[in-house]
């Protein structure tokens, strides 16, 4: 199977396995990015095919992936048979294997036809390195002015190293060369290929044409290393030059090697080749060693200065290209550079985003419970309610008949009608029964089942023939009353908050008009069990107006800023007040102030920033929100939100237009 090519250049991958081609092809195109397109191929002679068929349309074929073994040859042995390839000679080969055989890695080494390996399953990361490395190793090599065409998979490091070694080399090079004579000014009008066709002309007048030799493409000339003995002038053919860098092997442009090998290195002492040498096509040259080129440049006066010229002409074209390179180094720095940097901002902004649509979530599933619990809780709470209803009238109809029934059902009532009594007026009530009536543990017994004066206390039980007995059966009846009462309390504040529960946390998909008096109340109501030894003071203005938005979302406002405040204040006599008021310009002002410990001033401009805190790393703002999502809400509103602190007095002020100021949307 193939890939359709959206690129010039083309990355071929051969396998006889169908699955690892197809992951390797798969891979491969999520990495190129566009770069390069991807074929495959399951045999080698397909694999040759299609290198011949991408070579007749001018494509460059930076990089060829070899399974160990394919339908009709070992991977080896495809390797070697590619490297007769013109199309595939310069391309970066790669064997693939499950685990690689020592025989097949020496093989391939042996011939030179094996740039790197890759382990079968390989990772994303691995696989990412070496087509960055290869990729771009043959780029500098082969086609460096297309190097910005596969930005998206170029090696940074490995572009960088190599030419600042050459431009460092070159630096040198340039100054040695200031110190030679002046006379290479005459060759200024000749081109690069005139001025190396004197030096061959002068060569051959010198010593009466000396011997060529002949090598075929691919012959490796040189080894960065070897001793050099004198140089080599190439007269038909091309060659390039790579440096072997950390074990990978960077090549350079064609441009870089001339056709006058060596002289960089002979003309100093240390005569060691800097660079491999290697043949593109069938190359011809004239080797000549010191000795001939000593004796050339004194039967030729003239082509000491061509060779200067020629030498100094190279160092300029390799700066030059240094100087390209260098340019576009910096430029991908400078991409990669900014890319980070919008990837930065982009992790950014999806992490708030992401917090916000949890908070969203959370709020939501708040709401789905909340409205869950009211509904369970209102049937339980009114069946409750209608059962002390019947206990009223069952006790009423069973007593009726006995002696003193209406006394007895009317202490029922009365308990259960009866608003409680302060500690402080029942003791005053006791101590003046006990002084009418000389005793003060019945006047304690009288008081608490309502009975406060001598007269009440005569009418009730002074002409009874068992007073004691009557005064048990009274306190009984009164304990049922009161019992019916706390009954009849407890249904109606349950009713109560499930309904405060039910605005609290109503969905707010539609903009109403409302009191924001009423939703402090709720808030107020639902955190009665946090305010606990909190004084609570509210100051509410009369002429408050209607304001227009989405009350449950004001709601979590006014939550998060009285349980921070509550959480502020942990000394004695913690006091909290809330003040409602309508502006000058018509507005409504909402004030929540504690006496807590306050905000340190170098944190009042950071406590609206996301996640803020300083309560030992833990965001505890109301059900989880931060001050950043409070102001978002009170914006929406179009309001605004500020916040004065200092030791014992910290006030949230938060103003929001009034419904005839202005309606959100």
Known sequence: MSIEPTAEDIVLCASSDSTTLAELEADLVGLAEGAFAVQGATTAADLIQQATDAT???????????????????????????????????????????????????????????????????????????????????????????????????????????????????????????????????DRSLSDDEVEALVIEE???????????TVPAGTRILSAGDEVD??????????????????????????????????????????????????????????????????????????????????????????????ELRLQVDKLAQDLARERDELAATLDKLSKTQARLIESEKLATLGQLAAGVGHELNNPAAVVSRTADFLADDIEALTAGTPGAEMFVGRVSDARQAEPMSTRTQRQLRNELAEAIGDRSLARRLVQIGITTRDEYDRLLGASAEPELQLDRMERFHRIGTSLRSIDAASQRIVKLVGSLRAYVRSDEVVEYFDVRTGIEETLLLLGHELGEVEVETSYAADIPMISGYPGDLNQVWTNLITNAIQAMDQDDPRLSVEVLRTEEGNVSVCIADNGCGIPEENL?????????????????????????????????????????????????????????????
Do not use: Y
């Open 203 to 213: 060569i051959d007048r010198a010593l009466d044409n000396p011997p060529r030799t």
């Open 605 to 665: 401009d950071k406590i609206f920033e996301p996640a803020f805190t300083t309560k030992a790393g833990r965001v505890e703002f109301g059900l989880g929100l931060g001050l950043q999502i409070v102001k978002d809400i009170v914006v929406r509103h179009n309001g605004s939100i500020t916040v004065e602190s200092e030791p014992g007095h910290t006030c949230f002020r938060v103003v929001l237009p009034s419904a005839t100021n202005g309606e959100i949307e």
């Open 56 to 186: 007749k349309t001018g494509a460059l074929i930076p990089l060829v992936f070899v399974d160990e073994w394919l339908g009709d040859a070992t991977g080896v042995d495809t390797l070697i048979a590619l490297n007769d390839h013109p199309g595939l000679r310069t391309a970066r080969k790669v064997l693939l294997a499950e685990h690689h055989s020592r025989n097949d890695l020496d093989r391939a080494q042996a011939h030179r036809v094996l740039d790197g390996t890759l382990t079968v399953p390989w990772s994303p990361v691995q696989l990412q390195s070496l087509v960055s490395r290869l990729v771009t190793q043959f780029f500098i090599a082969e086609a460096p002015q297309d190097v910005d065409e596969v930005t998206e998979v170029v090696d940074v490091d490995v572009l960088s190293k190599a030419f600042v070694e050459v431009e460092e080399r070159a630096k040198q090079a340039t100054q040695r060369l200031e110190r030679l004579q002046r006379s290479f000014l005459d």
């Open 230 to 323: 004198g140089i080599r002038v190439v007269v038909d053919g091309r060659v390039h030059l790579t440096l072997d860098v950390e074990g990978r092997s960077i090549g350079f442009h064609a441009r870089t090697a001339g056709r006058v090998l060596g002289l960089n290195t002979i003309s100093h002492a240390e005569t060691r080749a800097l660079f491999n040498v290697d043949a593109i096509e069938d190359t011809t040259f004239i080797p000549l060693t010191l000795e001939q080129l000593d004796e050339a440049l004194r039967h030729s006066p003239t082509l000491a200065i061509h060779l200067v010229s020629v030498l100094l002409r190279g160092m300029t074209r390799r700066n030059q290209r240094s100087i």
